[in-house]
């Protein structure tokens, strides 16, 4: 059974058209958090959720905002899509800080 | 900040062949990890390595934790055409405030039948 879900799994939007990327967990998980993974490169660290407490990267745009509304959802919000943000969206969860990581099967965003 | 160099970036190989791949570092952690990631899937975790000096086996995987704490190495014996995608190794320290990792760049292998 899935234990780290994301939907959608596709999502197409315009250029500055707000969207939202859910991820859900069935682990209980302490942790959240929230990738952005270009073609042939490494996820890159957003920002995470260690239970309510948000933490974001230094780098990660204003653009990209997340929420937390219980412990088993987090969303990615994107204020204004631009060409550059269309990428992989990766959620991951762990029990605790040094935990290890389980990714969930990612969102494909297009941004046209 | 830490960086983690991966190599080979990518292999071509044949069926049946053994394939190996490492990373290293240019400071220590406390966890090395090694993911495999199919086209349009999410990294999926292949083994975890906690202890420096470690060697783990899952399946025809094998994975170390160098003594130094700051190298890695993932060999995969006989490999079949499922085994192709992308492998990142990822190095963890605990005591941080949110276990971040840091990824390499990842080796794209390619197996031909």
């Known amino acids: 059974d899935a234990m780290v879900i994301q939907n959608p799994r596709y999502q197409v939007t315009q250029f500055g058209k707000p969207v939202t990327l859910s991820c859900s967990q069935t682990?209980?998980?302490?942790?959240m958090y929230w990738y952005q993974q270009k073609s042939s490169q490494a996820p890159k660290l957003l920002f995470h959720y260690y239970d309510k407490d948000f933490n974001n990267e230094a780098d990660t745009p204003d653009n990209f905002q997340s929420r937390r509304p219980n412990t088993s959802f987090c969303f990615l919000d994107i204020r204004s899509p631009g060409l550059g943000d269309a990428a992989m969206y990766l959620c991951?969860?762990?029990?605790?800080?040094?935990?290890?990581?389980?990714f969930g099967p990612g969102t494909r965003l297009t941004v046209l | 900040g830490q960086q983690l160099n991966q190599s080979p970036q990518s292999m071509f190989i044949q069926e049946g062949e053994d394939v190996s791949m490492n990373c290293t570092s240019s400071?220590?952690?406390?966890?090395w990890l090694w993911y495999k990631q199919d086209p349009g899937e999410g990294p999926v975790l292949l083994i975890a390595?906690?202890?420096?000096?470690e060697l783990t086996s899952n399946g025809r995987l094998t994975a170390q934790f160098g003594i130094t704490r700051k190298d890695s190495f993932l060999n995969i014996s006989a490999s079949i055409p499922s085994d192709v995608g992308i492998y990142f190794c990822?190095?963890?320290?605990?005591?941080?405030?949110?276990?971040?990792?840091?990824f390499g760049q990842g080796t794209i292998l390619t197996v031909h039948p």
């Open positions: 990822a190095g963890q320290n605990s005591g941080t405030s949110y276990g971040k990792l840091t």
């Open positions: 682990l209980n998980h302490n942790v």
């Open positions: 400071s220590i952690f406390n966890t």
């Open positions: 991951a969860t762990t029990t605790g800080v040094a935990d290890t990581q389980y």
């Open positions: 390595l906690y202890k420096a000096g």
